[in-house]
């Protein structure tokens, strides 16, 4: 008796340890590549915000290392992420009754390029964007920019990360 109960339990602990290898928390399952590149998005919008560019690919790279077990690489990655800052625009949102705004919107669009090397049926290029907004009466430099970017990059990379390898 305790014979057959102690290999149930063998079985079940064998078979927990065995389906854990297929799924992780971030919903990206088994990923074919074992490596990923990110080349550096280029600031093409016309209103220019120095480091925006630098920043965001870094966020990119943070984003898809620390969610996978990919590795980085220079060149000839499995995954590739590449693109441009297409649009970094200030908008008033909303106005006071003597014609001021009372909120302005920071709206950031990039455009991505994704090319799996291994599944070519899952490259995409697609534009992402998101925004922040902040009182009308604030400029927007400093620590009030650098949350602004935080949140935006926060979103468009998971974003990105959500639509070429969680599949969500």
């Known amino acids: 008796m305790k014979t057959a109960q102690k290999i149930i339990i063998v079985f079940l602990i064998a078979l927990s340890v065995n389906s854990c290898g297929v799924y992780n928390f971030t919903g990206t399952g088994k990923i074919d590549a074992e490596t990923f590149q990110v080349n550096f998005f280029q600031n093409n919008a016309d209103l220019i915000e120095p480091g925006i560019d630098r920043r965001f690919t870094l966020r990119l790279q943070d984003l ?7 590795s980085l690489t220079n060149e000839g990655g499995d995954l590739i992420y590449e693109g441009e800052i297409v649009d970094y625009r200030i908008a008033p949102m909303t106005a006071t009754a003597d014609q001021r705004a009372a909120q302005n919107r920071l709206t950031i669009r990039i455009n991505v390029r994704f090319i799996n090397t291994k599944k070519e049926e899952e490259n995409f290029e697609k534009p992402f964007s998101f925004f922040y907004d902040y009182p009308g009466e604030q400029q927007l430099v400093g620590a ?3 949350t602004a970017l935080d949140e935006i990059y926060e979103r468009i990379t998971q974003d990105i990360f959500n639509q070429s390898l969680a599949k969500w």
């Open 64 to 70: 898809i290392q620390n969610q996978t077990n990919l």
């Open 144 to 146: 009030l920019l650098n």
